[in-house]
């Protein structure tokens, strides 16, 4: 769906990185590194997202840092459509809606560093949260979503990045 409206794959992958968490931020040579694309692809690219009034630029540590602007008047319909794309809305739907007492939900992996993998990993922290029925809605997600979905009660070892997207008020 947004592939074919936002026809560059540059373009796409910098709007998931920084759109579906307003604290994600990045320099030139990290995302080339990262998405594995040319320094020149990704400067072209991010230029035209900061002069549209999309990310704002910072500088500091001898880097320019890039980040989502979330001050601009499109900031929560982007990052809603991101998280559209990205299914994660659905899953933090279902997940409260019958897991039990959920305290946060956070995303994992590679969709917390803006990456779209196609495995999405999300993290239930609660009491007496239901296994089985997190297993049942992962499944329900893989099959609505047509990804790979993950469901953790616990934070894997390998976990780099972590993006809460709901959290208890008392937790």
Known sequence: ML????TSKT???LLIKFFVSASNRGYLRGIAEEFNESTNAIRKELNQLTEAGYLVRE???QKVFY???S???LFGSLQGLIHDFLGIDQIVDQVLERAGDVQQVALLGDYAQGLDSGHIEVLVI??????????QAAGKAEKLLNKKVSL???????AKSKIVLYQKESF
Do not use: C, F, W
């Not at 592939?3 to 936002?6: A, N």
């Not at 953790?152 to 390998?158: D, G, I, K, N, S």
């Open 3 to 6: 592939q074919s409206l936002i």
């Open 11 to 13: 373009r796409l992958k």
């Open 59 to 61: 500088e500091g540590e």
């Open 67 to 69: 980040r989502a602007n």
């Open 71 to 73: 001050k601009h008047t």
């Open 126 to 135: 609660g009491n007496n949260v239901d296994s089985a029925y997190l297993l």
């Open 152 to 158: 953790y009660t616990q934070v894997p070892e390998l």
